[in-house]
């Protein structure tokens, strides 16, 4: 008498990528399912039951196809930031975003101490990934935004709410 599951030898791609279709709209479920029939099917071939692993052969479409929309901050959108973050009392973050923004990488920015890495108008660092010294000349607004602050700090400093120390996380 046959029960409601089928026989693995009696499986055929096309029934298992049917089964597998029914996750169409859960991608990551789907590739749960798929992974679980594969192992299943590596040990009936360890038990001599077939001699191929079907699963192998289905090729399911990627779960992260869906292009994710980028967005890329205008010259605009970085002056609010900076202007925003002065009028909450926060003046070092947007010198960051801005400094980020002009001139490199952003975990470099909490390494920068001055007058070590910022003299003359110019940025010089280690980057934290090759270890390599970069020299960038600040922009006019980095230029302006660090005329306006002390000069016998980190550029960037503690968090001027919590007064503890700002970290890349």
Known sequence: RESRHPHIKRLTTAGITAFLNKWRETPRTR???KAVLSKIYQ????ENMVEKNLVREIKLPKSHSRKKRIRVWTVE???????TADAIGLPNVGTAVVIAW???RQTDIFLLQEPRDYKDGKFRFFTSKTQELVQVRASAR????LAKRPKTQLLLTVNDLTKMKWTKD
Do not use: G
Not at 43 to 46: D, G, K
Not at 77 to 83: D, G, K, N, R, S
């Open 142 to 145: 980095a230029v302006e935004r």
């Open 77 to 83: 959108a970085i002056e609010l930031f900076a202007q």
């Open 102 to 104: 002009d001139s490199f």
């Open 43 to 46: 040990v009936a071939i360890e």
């Open 31 to 33: 590739k749960h399912y």
